[in-house]
């Protein structure tokens, strides 16, 4: 039984653990995880188009293990739903960081990224861990890559770009100045963002033991805690 996502302190103590910097460093060995050049996929076209969505955006979501279905692909390649993303991407600028303050204005409710995230999932059944990583591709350092191995990890429930919005923020931006330096002490490629090295950490640490049914969780943060 879930008991809700894991606190700040938690948190901070998965990403002391010295298995972080080597795991970064095992993801983004040549050859080793696929995921490693979903931001690097296509960079010279990527500053062209950042309000449209390509086919080389498609292709990194399946470096993440994703896949968008060909319906989709298509609408959003060629058709109504691709413009209709594309007018929300607009009003999002490309360097607002998820752990700036103003970045609640665009993943709240009604938000231009709120709204792009409802087309996709609501409008046209797009699976929620699959939307968020197409617009995280769009927007790297807005919105986070999640899917169900870092749920489990977290013990997360919906809502989980406003949730993070604030841990990175609470406490003097503790967290954001965490992965900022696990940046550094595991050499992160530079296009990878902040948000993303959250997101291998717990996937990396979590990937090996989840199961996709009744998951104890992460190892050390039980609901017994
Ligand atoms: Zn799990």
């Not at 039984?1 to 002391?16: E, H, K, Q, R, Y």
């Not at 910097?21 to 995921?35: E, H, I, N, Q």
Request: hydrophobic share 45%; aromatic share 6%; glycine share 8%.
């Amino acid at each position: 039984m879930s008991i809700g996502w894991l606190g700040l302190p938690d948190i901070i103590a998965v990403l002391d653990d010295e298995r972080s910097v080597s795991d970064l460093r095992r993801y983004f060995a040549p050859g080793a995880f696929t995921g490693s050049q979903f931001e690097a996929l296509g960079t010279a076209s990527k500053a062209l188009h950042r309000d449209v969505v390509e086919a080389e955006d498609l292709i990194a979501v399946e470096l993440l293990n994703a896949r968008v279905p060909a319906g989709v692909a298509l609408d959003l390649l060629q058709g109504d739903l691709g413009l209709r993303i594309s007018d929300e991407l607009r009003k999002i600028p490309l360097a607002v960081n998820l752990g700036d303050k103003t970045a609640k204005t665009y993943i709240e409710d009604r938000g231009p990224a709120d709204r792009a995230w409802r087309l996709l999932t609501e409008h046209r059944g797009l699976k929620k861990a699959i939307a968020g990583k197409l617009l995280a591709r769009k927007r790297p350092k807005l919105i986070p890559v999640y899917d169900d191995v870092v749920a489990c990890a977290l013990r997360g429930r919906p809502g989980y770009w406003l949730w993070l919005h604030e841990h990175l923020r609470a406490e003097d931006l503790r967290l954001a100045h965490r992965l900022r330096n696990l940046r550094v002490q595991a050499d992160v490629p530079a296009e990878v963002s902040d948000i993303r090295i959250f997101d291998i950490v717990f996937w990396m640490r979590h990937q090996g033991d989840h199961q996709r049914r009744r998951c104890p969780g992460l190892a050390g943060f039980g609901p017994s805690l």
